[in-house]
């Protein structure tokens, strides 16, 4: 009561008794609390270690970041790598097509003249053929079937051997009888040709005068050949039979040749 007395009084009095007064007032006359003083020590220190905290996420932020940002930039430059090698083998790869592809063309090319030149032998040969089909027989010699045969003259007659003999001297042989046309049209010309047929060489085995053995025996007269007296050993042809028949080689007869 005397101390509000004394600041209404416009007294000079000290502000700390007057703050000692105001606080004795608040606390009703009690002593300060400490416990207040320790949450503010508590909140402070809990706020410096917070900005610790901070402080080190933020940091460590950073280098994560930053290891991150190194990280991004290796697998680019591998990529970069990838990538260059990738368009050189590329590039690579079209340097091969394109010289695969004129590969493939000049094998064309050379197919295609092969075919040709293929094609005009063909034509050839057949022009050849054709020819050789339509081309006449010699002078003297009669034409059947595109073959020739040289009939001997009117009136001659020789031996089985010469005229074989007559045959190769005109580059040709006794005629060789393979179908039954052929046989009809050498035993049509004389009574009795000799043919290029015969048993000489082993009795029985029939031969003809390229070697080859004589095939079947439809060509044969009945009963032949019978090889008579065991000296009939040349075939001839007649035209009353159109069949083959065995007699004695030095027998004259006329002859068939054929080229
Ligand atoms: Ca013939
Ligand atoms: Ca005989
Ligand atoms: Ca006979």
Request: charged share 30%; aromatic share 8%.
């Amino acid at each position: 009561m005397s101390v509000t007395m004394r600041s209404k009084s416009g007294d000079d009095g000290d502000d700390s008794v007057n703050l000692m007064a105001s606080v004795n007032r608040s606390n009703n006359g009690r002593r300060p609390d400490t416990s207040v003083c320790w949450i503010g020590a508590a909140a402070v220190s809990l706020g410096f270690l917070l900005q610790i905290l901070i402080l080190g996420v933020v940091a460590h932020n950073s280098w994560a970041i930053r290891h991150q940002d190194s990280k991004c930039e290796n697998m680019s430059y591998s990529l970069i790598i990838d990538r260059d090698k990738l368009r050189d083998e590329r590039d690579q790869l079209k340097i091969q097509s394109r010289n695969l592809t004129e590969e493939m063309e000049l094998l064309q090319s050379q197919y295609n003249a092969m075919a040709a030149s293929r094609d005009k032998l063909q034509e050839e040969v057949n022009r050849l053929k054709l020819s050789k089909t339509d081309e006449p027989c010699s002078q003297g010699w009669t034409s059947f079937k595109s073959k020739c045969y040289y009939f001997s003259g009117k009136g001659q007659a020789e031996t089985w051997e010469n005229s074989r003999k007559s045959c190769k001297e005109r580059g040709a042989d006794l005629v060789i009888i393979t179908t039954q046309e052929e046989l009809d049209f050498v035993s049509s010309i004389f009574p009795v040709t000799w043919i290029g047929l015969s048993d000489k060489e082993m009795e029985g085995r029939w031969k003809w005068v390229d070697g080859a053995d004589l095939l079947g025996d439809e060509f044969w007269q009945i009963g032949e050949p019978n090889n008579n007296e065991n000296e009939e050993h040349c075939a001839e042809v007649s035209r009353s039979a159109k069949k083959f028949n065995d007699v004695p080689c030095n027998r004259k007869f006329s002859w068939a040749c054929e080229d």
